[in-house]
């Protein structure tokens, strides 16, 4: 996939939005798909000039968020495109590329992957293997403790996880309020609203 500046990405949203030019035309000018075109416009309605720029960070995104937006995709009729602006993602195919691994793979899928090359040295990989306590029993007050231990872990990530969403929904809110404003505070208010 062609990586394009910020400064491009900019002035064809401009050009765009501007009403001077529409998508179809804009693909034939800079031979760049309709389709993308239209994700930057979307992207920088929804986030302003961050919807444009590339992330030089990769985000990591839990496998409760993952599945959220799966859920959320499958239950609602919105578009990935619509879907990502909601959780405020820029790329919608990383909700594409879950679905499918998730469908692939169950649960699995969405776990993060350790990146980079393997141990290779025999010697190095014994010296990263743990001793076996299969020999150690747990005894019944420990497992207990335990156990109402990871229930109570289990409760209280659920209650972040609700905390996470609402926060989430929240700032997308607030940013969309932002950007209605910033809209309604131009002179080609009108023009936009396409």
Known sequence: ?????????KKIVEEYLSGKSSYLVLEDKYQIAYSQIRRWVNNYKHFGDEGLMRSRNKRSYSVEFKLEAIKRYETSECSYQQLALELGLTNPS???????????????????????????NIKDRKQTQKPSNESEPIEASTREALENRIKELEAENEMLTIQKMYLEELRSLVREEKMNKRRGSSPNSENNSN
Do not use: T
């Not at 996939?1 to 990405?9: D, G, Q, T, W």
């Open 94 to 120: 990383m909700i594409v590329n879950w679905r499918r691994k998730y469908l692939e793979e169950g649960v699995e899928g969405l776990l993060p992957h350790k990146r980079g090359r393997p141990m290779s």
């Open 1 to 9: 996939m062609a990586k394009y500046s910020y400064e491009l990405k």
